[in-house]
């Protein structure tokens, strides 16, 4: 392993700096078992600096003695004492563990960014779920029977799949809950109430409202149902207070250009209800501003994953709830496990639109959709035929040049890999769009490659 240029680099989500070695070193290396891993290099100061350490050859045993009895499950990193500049320093490197959470002390702690941070409950609890292979809907609904379930809606669920399924569904509907383990052990799970119930379900309710401003509200409602009536009510309620345009491209029939594409905010529900925490005591909440739709869920990100990693689409997609998750695969209302955010961004900006913004807010995450600027919206005016065809090629490079700016503005870090494969151009037709920028003086990029980011200015 090559230290000095993991110290240049710094402290980072899987990097850590101790001077010596104590309690502190132990807390971070079960933040990492519990997070994607990680090295914690002893006798370096938190800015860098080699301070050393003393070892002899009781010290190593020791170390993993004390790593060993001071968590649960037991730690167990490799260990490798290197010279740096003179000087002796540990790497303790440790993998995510696959049994999860691991405790230190009695606390669990798990890496986000650059810190630990102590697990909440629902976070424990989650990560054993996921041990398990399992998650709270799997589990056994002792408050309601198979006389609360609709057996309609399960037909209806079974005629929605085989539009799809090369080889059709032909079971009667109880067959089905049972072949999904929806039904099992003579009860019904979390997940087939919320999917097929007969009745309104409070705990599952969606609260939706039309906002003049910050604190007067025109329109409002409170949506509750079955998980996929869910999706209709609340696109119903969307699409009733936004605008939709007709533009005249010269085809037979006018195309409608709604204020936002309805592909997007449907991808931005169906993820709402499929990675809700329908354990918590909170809504999910929808509000639309004459600017901008912001939906609010609870439910915070799995471990492991962050905005970044959402943004980068370097994360591995976990459902919070997986037999809902599964049973809207099999209805086609998802396409690909974890291609959800990435559409979203595209199809926001193939429309012209600015770059979606996703963040943690309380205890959930919220996702901002905005609507075009002025400026956007004199691209999308009524146009005739022979303006359609006389599109030049300095527009496709502003319009290039735009859209760039804005999965920047999203994500500053954002690499040129990420943005070529985000606008499907070559990495030469990325340089030469920045350097234009740059040229412009409208972008400028601080710190190097890997580590820096980009600064509109």
């Known amino acids: 392993m090559n230290l000095e240029a993991i110290i240049r680099s710094g402290e980072s989500e899987t990097i850590e700096f101790k001077e010596t070695f104590s309690d502190p070193v132990i807390e971070t290396l079960s933040a990492f078992a519990n997070a994607s891993g990680g090295t914690v290099l002893v006798g370096i100061a938190d800015n860098g600096t080699v301070k050393g350490i003393s070892v002899s050859q009781k010290t190593i045993p020791q170390w993993l003695n004390e790593i060993k009895t001071k968590t649960d499950s037991a730690i167990v990193p490799t260990v490798e004492i290197e010279n740096v500049g003179g000087k002796s320093v540990a790497y303790f490197k440790v993998p995510e563990y696959p049994v999860k959470p691991i405790a230190f002390r009695g606390r669990y702690y798990i890496r986000r960014k650059n810190t630990n941070h102590l697990m909440t409950t629902d976070e424990v609890a989650n990560q054993h779920l996921q041990t398990l292979n399992t998650s709270w809907d799997y589990y056994l609904d002792r408050e309601h029977t198979l006389d609360h379930i609709s057996m309609e809606k399960v037909r209806q669920f079974i005629d929605r799949t085989n539009q799809h399924r090369i080889n059709p569904i032909k079971d009667d509907a109880i067959t089905v809950l049972r072949k999904y383990n929806l039904l099992r052990d003579g009860g019904i799970t979390f997940g087939c109430y919320l999917l097929f119930n007969k009745q309104e379900y409070l705990f599952s309710d969606i609260n939706a409202g039309l906002f003049q401003t910050e604190t007067i509200i025109k329109d409002g409602t409170v949506i509750s149902g079955d998980l996929f009536q869910e999706i209709d009510d609340v696109l119903t309620f969307i699409t009733k207070h936004i605008n939709k345009e007709y533009i005249i491209t010269g085809k037979p029939e006018r195309e409608e250009r709604w204020d936002y594409p309805l592909d997007a905010l449907r991808e931005i529900v169906i993820n709402m209800i499929v990675h809700r925490d ?169 710190g190097p490659d890997r580590g820096g980011y980009w600064n509109i200015k």
């Open 278 to 446: 329908y354990r918590s005591p909170s809504n999910s909440i929808i509000k639309i501003f004459p600017d901008r739709i912001e939906f609010y869920n609870p439910g915070k990100l799995m471990p492991g994953v962050t905005i970044e990693r959402l943004l980068r689409g370097d994360y591995l997609s976990v459902a919070r709830n997986k037999q809902i998750a599964r049973i809207f695969k099999e209805a086609n209302e998802i396409e690909q496990y974890g291609s959800g955010i990435e559409r979203i961004i595209n199809s926001c900006l193939a429309y012209n639109l600015p770059h979606p913004k996703f963040e943690e807010i309380a205890v959930g995450v919220r996702v901002t959709v905005f609507k075009a600027t002025r400026k956007t919206r004199v691209k999308t005016r009524v146009k005739t035929r022979m303006e359609t065809r006389m599109k030049t090629r300095t527009e496709t490079k502003v319009e290039t040049s735009e859209a760039i700016l804005n999965l920047i503005r999203g994500n500053p870090s954002i690499t040129r890999k990420e943005l070529a494969t985000h606008l499907h151009l070559t990495m030469k037709g990325i340089d030469w769009n920045l350097n234009k920028l740059k040229k412009e003086g409208r972008l400028k990029r601080i």
